[in-house]
């Protein structure tokens, strides 16, 4: 069973990060050193884990959404504008008219 600590980090962690600042003697100290070098890994451990990640905006994830409409409307464009071109039609808009023309109608 492996050992851990309040914040979920493993006695194994803590004396990995102990050995690796300190060295392999790290633990041969004054009892009040050695419980100070634990907190220290601790701390840094912790505060390692705990890194802030990207959050999601709420204008993030509407400029998400309208990127994924836009590359939706972008491939339907494409399909209908290949439609109209096979079928023959006499000055049928292409693909960047058509995605224009409905971008000008949305906004």
């Excluded at 009040?32 to 990640?53: G, I, Y």
């Excluded at 290949?82 to 995605?99: R, Y």
Aim: proline share 3%.
């Amino acid at each position: 069973m492996v050992a851990t600590t309040a914040n979920s980090v493993t006695l194994k962690e803590v004396r990995a990060w102990c050995r690796a600042k300190y060295g392999a003697t790290w633990h041969e100290c004054e009892p009040q050193v050695k419980k100070a070098r634990k907190r220290e890994a601790r701390k840094a451990l912790n505060q390692k884990a705990v890194k802030p990640t990207a959050t999601c905006t709420k204008e993030f994830k509407e400029e998400f959404k309208m990127a994924l409409f836009k590359a939706g409307l972008a491939l339907n464009c494409r399909a209908a504008a290949k439609v109209l071109a096979e079928k023959g039609i006499k000055n049928a808009p292409t693909e960047q008219e058509l995605l224009d023309l409905i971008l000008a109608k949305l906004t």
